[in-house]
């Protein structure tokens, strides 16, 4: 049985506890929130007992997995504390965004830089909750461009809404790797989330394009992604669960699969609890977490050159320099 201590008593919390604490192999056995309301309602929920910060957690609690669900401008600092106690720690995304998740900064990326350096040496397990590598369509567009189905790959074309933002980087990271630069048009001082579009490039010479905006709605899907290789491309849309790949340049389109999800079902809702399910599995294995503190650290980076690049009107910026100044600068 994994133990686990949930931090947080708000909606997000008490979802993500819930989904560990449904598991056969995991309970929340402790709880935490600052906040002495939330702090009841979560010791309700979970007959647990609770703790007013995280000290007094780790005081008094005994759990091998802490759930810190709090949000990206206050995660650093429980996530260090909780690492040097030795705990493996579960969290939410963007790792670090001072001024929220959606104007992440290269500051940021220094904030996070020494949690990040501290996993690293610990040992211990560490993941962050990109659920959406659970919706069975981008499922299929990732194993498909990994399995060789769109041939030799050529492209990459993304859009989101910002509620999506974290996770279409996520996404294209997760099944293209990090590109070699970004180069962006925008003005990261417009107030909220800034409109961006950017462009990038791999050392394998696939490029791509991505942009961000919350100035249209979710009628037409509040992401897509498309990946187009020298044979065919595959593209998966959206929170519900679509997707189709199709032979390139073809007229009419030769459509080679179509997916959608089962009606009644959203892949958005249940890709929560899968995630919980197979950190847990991971655990009882011994095995890499499905997105780990590699894969929040290559969020963050990618999102931080993209802010550097805006601010120096659209200079072409190598993640690689990026890393390797926030690294220098963490503390
Ligand atoms: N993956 C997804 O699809 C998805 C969807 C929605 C939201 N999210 C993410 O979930 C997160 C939700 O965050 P939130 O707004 O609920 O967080 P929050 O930080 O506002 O609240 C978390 C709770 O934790 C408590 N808390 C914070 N720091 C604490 C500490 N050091 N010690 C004790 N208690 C502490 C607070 O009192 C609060 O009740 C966001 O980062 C958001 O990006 C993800």
């Not at 957690?57 to 996530?79: K, S």
């Not at 690293?120 to 981008?138: E, Q």
């Not at 180069?183 to 990038?200: A, D, Y």
């Not at 199709?246 to 459509?255: E, I, L």
Request: aromatic letters at 10%; proline letters at 3%.
């Amino acid at each position: 049985m994994i133990r686990c201590a949930l931090v947080s008593g708000k909606g997000m919390g008490i979802m993500h506890g819930k989904n560990f604490h449904g598991l056969p192999d995991a309970k929340v056995v402790a709880v935490c929130d600052m906040d002495p309301a939330l702090l009841e309602k979560a010791k309700a929920e979970f007959q647990a007992p609770g703790f007013a910060c995280i000290e007094e957690l780790l005081a008094g609690a005994e759990f091998e997995l802490a759930l810190l669900i709090t949000n990206e401008t206050r995660r650093i600092p429980p996530l260090r504390q909780l690492l040097a106690a030795g705990k493996h720690v579960f969290t939410e995304k963007p790792l670090c965004g001072m001024e929220g998740q959606y104007h992440v900064r290269e500051h940021d990326c220094c904030i996070a830089a020494s949690a990040i350096k501290e996993w690293r040496a610990s040992g211990l397990k560490f993941g962050i909750n990109y659920n959406y590598r659970f919706f069975r369509h981008f499922q299929r567009l990732h194993n498909d461009a990994a399995e060789g189905k769109f041939g030799t790959l050529r492209l990459v074309r993304a859009r989101a809404h910002f509620n999506c933002w974290s996770h279409v980087i996520d996404q294209i990271l997760w099944t293209m790797g990090r590109p070699e630069w970004v180069s962006v048009s925008g003005n990261p001082s417009e107030q909220g989330g800034w409109t961006r579009f950017i462009r990038m490039a791999w050392a394998n010479g696939v490029v791509g394009e991505l942009d961000g905006s919350n100035l249209w709605g979710y009628d037409d899907h509040p992401l897509r992604i498309q990946i187009c290789g020298d044979t065919s491309y595959g593209e998966a849309r959206g929170l519900d669960g679509w997707y189709r790949r199709c032979k390139g340049s073809s007229w009419p389109t030769a459509v080679e699969e179509t997916w959608e999800v089962e009606k009644g079902v959203q892949e958005y809702k249940e890709s929560f609890g899968r995630m919980a399910a197979a950190v847990i599995e991971a655990m009882k294995a011994g095995a890499q977490w499905p997105a780990d503190g590699d894969a929040a650290w290559n969020e963050l980076l990618f999102e931080a050159a993209v802010h550097r690049s805006a601010l120096h009107d659209g200079e072409r910026v190598r993640l690689a320099d990026v890393e390797k100044a926030c690294m220098a600068a963490s503390c």
